[in-house]
């Protein structure tokens, strides 16, 4: 097996891979974007990587947690007053963001694998409202099942190299 990697600054990456199977090469070329933080993201630079995944034709994409921020739901101290955005406004970007991706690959599998950061809201909603729970999933405010995109939540094991 064989890994090359092509990493940005916002641990953005190109994974490809050659296994053999059935005496035959079978390469696939995985796009793996993580960390973005919408709406902190840098633009440019998640476009240019997106490019280049259009460009090299990747096979599938991977999102590795923490593509959303929801920093007024971060329980790491006194929130920044500068700050405005509302968490209406960061579920908004990540749809935006989710459905342009959607858009670029339409017909390769997108996968995204909720981080810490989207877990913010579901603890949030169990600690403080959790008979919403089944109302207010992060999964079902993305449209992702809408958007064929597979989720997974928060912590779970997803084996990119034993999976189609």
Known sequence: MSCRYFVTELVLVVLIYETLSRN?????????INDTHIPFHD??????????????????????????DFI???????KDPEIQESIQDEINAVLDFLKDLRRRFLKIPIVFLFGNHEDRLD?????????????????????LDELNIEWYPYNYEYQVFNSN
């Open 24 to 32: 035959e090469i079978m390469s696939k070329r995985i796009g793996v």
């Open 43 to 68: 633009v440019k630079a998640v476009n240019l990587v997106l490019d280049i995944f259009q460009d090299i034709k990747i096979d599938k994409l991977i999102l590795n947690g923490d593509i959303a």
């Open 72 to 78: 007024n739901l971060s329980l790491h101290g006194p």
């Open 123 to 143: 603890r949030w909603i169990m600690k403080n409202c959790p008979s919403f729970w089944n109302f207010l999933r992060l999964d079902k405010m993305l449209q």
